[in-house]
């Protein structure tokens, strides 16, 4: 394995935010209003689905992480317009079938150890969205996925309230949650969001949360720059986005250069999969952040937008 580093300048920067949550009854009112306009239609069509590199959960506090005013910035430069409800589909849930949550109100999971105090006490109490929930299984039943469950008890983990508390602080928006099937490959990730392609016509956001690369703990890190195995399968994603080579990425296990260090365990890929999917095979992809931790880990994101 080649381990040496090439040069590569990161922007420091940032500010962190103040971050409040709106009282409980607001977010309950809010979030049955939504949900009506939701159930009803919406003419506030959405052409755009969105991949994120979420990184370490230090994005949350730490100025230090580019990724963080990326995400900060969200609504002034990538994405201005306020959806009716977001769909996350996080790496950090994973299951055998399918599930999505179905909550009024989102728990905020901390699923992660060692950290920070600080961490702990961050509250993302977004509303949920029962119709939502009820809408990606029928959506998903109707394109073939025999088995679509339910999480009734299951809140937001930090693949999603994490970037979400930095995109959208007021946590006025009702959020549903989809897992990911790591044991399954990248298509089946495509075909799940091609079967969400109709939740944009109706005013709601998708994004697949996980990381662009995301080695193992014992990967050792390049403290002078990017190591060149991480650098090569960022450009090859970037070069296969960009050039619309949608089945490539979907058979990356023979297509990626060094797949296996950037990627060890799936889950952390298959989100832009479903992103991807969810754009429509002729969706032109855009690279709008690509930030390094250790000089392995990418913070690579990306937009997808319909035509």
Not at 84 to 102: G, Y
Not at 158 to 178: N, R, S
Not at 248 to 259: I, Q
Request: aromatic share 10%.
């Amino acid at each position: 394995m080649i381990l040496s580093c090439q040069n590569l300048q990161l922007k420091s920067s940032l500010q962190v935010s103040s971050i409040s949550t709106p009282e409980i009854n607001r977010r309950t009112l809010l979030k049955f209003l939504i949900s009506s306009n939701l159930k009803m239609g919406s003419e506030d069509n959405i052409k755009e689905t969105f991949f994120i590199s979420h990184g370490t959960p230090m994005m949350a506090i730490d100025d230090s992480k580019p990724s963080k005013k990326f995400l900060e910035s969200w609504r002034e430069k990538i994405f201005s317009k306020k959806p009716k409800a977001i769909l996350v589909i996080s790496a950090h849930w994973e299951t055998d079938q399918p599930s999505v949550n179905v909550v009024d109100i989102n728990d905020t999971i901390y699923d992660f150890r060692g950290f920070p105090a600080r961490l702990y006490q961050f509250k993302y109490s977004a509303p949920g969205s029962p119709e939502l929930a009820n809408r990606i299984q029928d959506l998903l039943a109707g394109s073939g996925f025999k088995s679509v469950n339910t999480d009734k008890k299951r809140g937001l983990d930090h693949g999603a309230w994490v970037p979400l508390m930095l995109m959208y602080p007021e946590a006025d928006i009702p959020v549903c949650q989809l897992s990911v099937q790591s044991h399954l490959d990248g298509t089946h990730h495509y075909k799940l969001g091609q079967a969400l392609a109709p939740l944009k016509d109706e005013g709601v956001l998708i994004i697949g949360s996980g990381s662009a690369t995301h080695p193992s703990n014992g990967t050792p890190p390049c403290s002078d720059g990017v190591a060149p195995w991480a650098a090569a399968f960022d450009r090859w994603l970037e070069t296969a986005l960009t050039n619309g080579s949608y089945e490539e990425v979907n058979k990356y296990e023979t297509k990626a250069p060094n797949w296996k260090l950037a990627h060890p365990w799936p889950e952390h890929f298959y989100p832009l999969h479903v992103a991807m999917g969810a754009a429509g095979e002729n969706s032109k992809a855009e690279l709008i952040h690509n930030s390094w931790d250790g000089g392995i880990m990418s913070y690579g994101s990306y937009k997808f937008t319909s035509t």
